[in-house]
Structures are given as structure tokens and as C-alpha cells.
């Protein structure tokens, strides 16, 4: 059984750094993606980022690229949200959740953690 779980959020001022975790069992972070999505108030959720069976790192939006850096600890299956130089845009619900890989790609994301807040207040 997949189990995810995101720690690390809070409320910080803009300008602001949080590092948010997600600890996965029962899933090998580098056989899979482990993706990084958000969703803002009144706002859809977003995917922003991901690991590629633990080694490719991407970022999909232009507004986190600079700021957010993604890593991963294989040894403790953990990967990482580094957020600096935050800004209050960046408030939402931040999760994590894997999904299986192919050799070109990644499926649907079908395992979700509960989800950390950020808060970034002006």
C-alpha cells in the first residue's frame, strides 16, 4: 500500500523559505514519478513539478522556476520542495503523489497525500 506524507508547511512572511517534505512508503521513489502539485483558494490544482524515477527533475511553471528546487533522498525515499523568495501567490494546499513510469513518461498520478498549507502573507 502507497503511503504519502507531506510535512513541513506553515505561514511565513514574502520573501520567505520553506522546505516542505513527502516521505513515501510502499513505492520506490526511483522507479516511479513523484509529482508536486498545488491548489490555491478557489484556484484548480496544479502539477509544478516532478521526479522522473528519481533522477529528472522538472518544474513546469515559469512563476516557481528560480525559486523551488525539487530533490530527492533515495536512501530515506523522501523527496523535497526547497521554496525560496516566496510570495503570497505561492499560499496554497502543496501535495505530493506518485505514479508509475514508462520509459517515455509517467502515468496518471493515483497515490495522493493528505497535503501541507502554505501560508505567505504580505
Known amino acids: 500500500q502507497v503511503q504519502l506524507v507531506e510535512s513541513g508547511g506553515g505561514s511565513v512572511q514574502a520573501g520567505g523559505s520553506l522546505r516542505l517534505s513527502c516521505a513515501a512508503s510502499?513505492?520506490?521513489?526511483?522507479?516511479?514519478?513523484m509529482g508536486w502539485f498545488r491548489q490555491g483558494p478557489g484556484k484548480k490544482r496544479e502539477q509544478f513539478g516532478r521526479?522522473?524515477?528519481?533522477?529528472?527533475?522538472?518544474l513546469y511553471l515559469e512563476s516557481v522556476k528560480g525559486r523551488f528546487t525539487i530533490s530527492q533522498d533515495n536512501a530515506k525515499n523522501t523527496i523535497y520542495l526547497q521554496m525560496n523568495n516566496l510570495k503570497t501567490e505561492d499560499t496554497a494546499m502543496y501535495y505530493c503523489?506518485?505514479?508509475?513510469?514508462?520509459?517515455?513518461?509517467?502515468?496518471?498520478?493515483?497515490?495522493w497525500g493528505r497535503g501541507t498549507q502554505v501560508t505567505v502573507s504580505s
Open positions: 503523489a506518485a505514479a508509475q513510469s514508462t520509459d517515455s513518461g509517467c502515468l496518471d498520478y493515483t497515490s
Open positions: 510502499g513505492v520506490s521513489s526511483r522507479s516511479y514519478c
Open positions: 521526479i522522473y524515477r528519481g533522477f529528472l527533475i522538472t
